[in-house]
Structure formats: structure tokens, C-alpha cells
């Protein structure tokens, strides 16, 4: 059995949206599976590499 969805809020800046918007008519899927599957393939690549220290972020 597939677990239950999570929704979640997220505020986007407008570059942000807009290219997911296109990403989303590209495949026809919704925003839902766009960025799932994004995160997912991002999980994937890091998990592949060796673990080292982060940086911190500079704001």
C-alpha cells in the first residue's frame, strides 16, 4: 500500500514558477509530480557522491 501524500506550502520566487510551469506543460504532469520527481533525481545524484562537509550559505 502506497503511504498517504503530504501536502506542503511553498512559496516560489516568479523565475522559479515560471520555469516549472513550462516543465509541467513539457511532460504534461502536474506541479505535484514535477517536483517530486525533481527532488527524488537531485536525492539520487547526492547520494551517489562521497559525503563532504557542507559549506554554509552565504545571504
Not at 18 to 46: G, K
Amino acid at each position: 500500500m502506497t503511504p498517504p501524500k503530504i501536502a506542503a506550502g511553498v512559496a516560489f520566487d516568479p523565475e522559479v514558477l515560471e520555469y516549472l510551469r513550462r516543465v509541467c506543460t513539457e511532460f504534461q504532469r502536474d506541479r505535484s509530480f514535477v517536483i517530486n520527481a525533481i527532488i527524488r533525481n537531485y536525492a539520487q545524484q547526492q547520494q551517489a557522491r562521497p559525503r563532504k562537509r557542507e559549506r554554509a550559505i552565504p545571504f
